[in-house]
């Protein structure tokens, strides 16, 4: 079981590298925003959330709202994505990315997003609270999971995921 999710894992970041590598395929220039986007419209296949819109939101990134954009165009896995310059009217949003490490810390704590899962690539976000990290080391893609930040949101996490992540934090 686990060969199979971690090829459905790396399927999805290959499709996302494709994906970037193609001028053609949308005009995403930023590999790096493409596996991000990749791997954020995969999460969603290994989670239960609470109340499930499928809305993403992400926090001052237009180049990865644009590539999960594009990405989802042909997945369909969001129904809507949308771009966010602060951490407020988040009522939509079910899943919110944060790049910025001082905008993922205050996410932490802002009441706009106490119910909402967060997914963070900063190192030290699952350290600090958050629920999801999703790691680019030197080319190597990683999930970081929290479990009881997890359970605190209501969130259930396929163990699929859990084995396939790099770090678990209870």
Not at 8 to 31: E, H, P, Q, R, Y
Request: net charge positive; hydrophobic share 45%.
């Amino acid at each position: 079981m686990k060969n199979v999710t971690l090829a459905k894992t790396v399927g999805i970041i290959l499709l996302a590298l494709c994906f970037a590598s193609s001028a053609d395929a949308g005009g995403v220039k930023n590999k790096a925003n493409a596996v991000i986007a990749g791997i954020l419209l995969e999460i969603p296949n290994y989670i239960i959330l609470p109340n499930e819109r499928r809305q993403l939101c992400v926090i001052e990134n237009a180049g990865l709202s644009y590539a999960a954009q594009k990405l989802n165009q042909r997945k369909k896995i969001y129904q809507h994505i949308f771009l966010k310059n602060r951490l407020h009217n988040l009522n939509s949003c079910d899943v919110i990315h944060v790049s910025d490490k001082a905008w993922a810390r205050k996410a932490l704590t802002a009441p706009a997003t106490s119910n909402k899962l967060i997914i963070s690539d900063y190192h030290a976000f699952v350290d600090e609270g958050g629920t999801i990290a999703v790691l680019d080391n030197n080319g190597v893609i990683g999930i970081e999971l929290n479990i009881s930040a997890a359970k605190r949101l209501g969130i259930s996490i396929n163990p699929d995921l859990i084995e396939v992540s790099v770090r678990v934090i209870q």
